[in-house]
């Protein structure tokens, strides 16, 4: 059983920055390829964010997210982390790490979920 903890949200304004981190763990982890953050604001569908994989270095990233966050890893923590700039108050949401062994931008295909971290952006 894969154990995702997910920690950093909080409140900021507008304008300001945040990281978030996830810490993996579990004795079927290793077979997990990829690494990715989702969010859900609420009333809204749980949306894609971020993902990366854990063997190389590819990233990917959500239109609304590009050029603004960056994920990152940290192999010998087994810890994923989304460093997040330039916050815009429409991106509160509860944070949520997941991991599976492939990417995908759609929620329900991954296995594995963290139990979610708030942040909150004020204008």
């Known amino acids: 059983q894969v154990q995702l903890v997910e920690s950093g949200g909080g409140l900021v304004q507008a304008g300001g920055s945040l990281r978030l981190s996830c810490a993996a763990s579990?004795?079927?982890?290793?077979?997990?390829?990829?690494m990715g953050w989702f969010r859900q604001a609420p009333g809204k569908e749980r949306e894609f964010v971020a993902a990366i994989k854990w063997i190389g270095d590819r990233k990917y990233y959500s239109d609304s997210v590009s050029g603004r966050f960056t994920i990152s890893k940290d192999t010998s923590k087994n810890t994923v982390y989304l460093q997040m700039n330039s916050l815009k108050p429409e991106d509160t949401a509860v944070y949520y790490c997941?991991?599976?062994?492939?990417?995908?931008?759609?929620?329900?295909?991954?296995?594995?979920w963290g139990q979610g971290t708030q942040v909150t952006v004020s204008a």
């Open positions: 579990g004795g079927t982890f290793v077979s997990r390829l990829v």
């Open positions: 997941a991991t599976d062994s492939s990417y995908s931008d759609y929620a329900l295909n991954w296995d594995y």
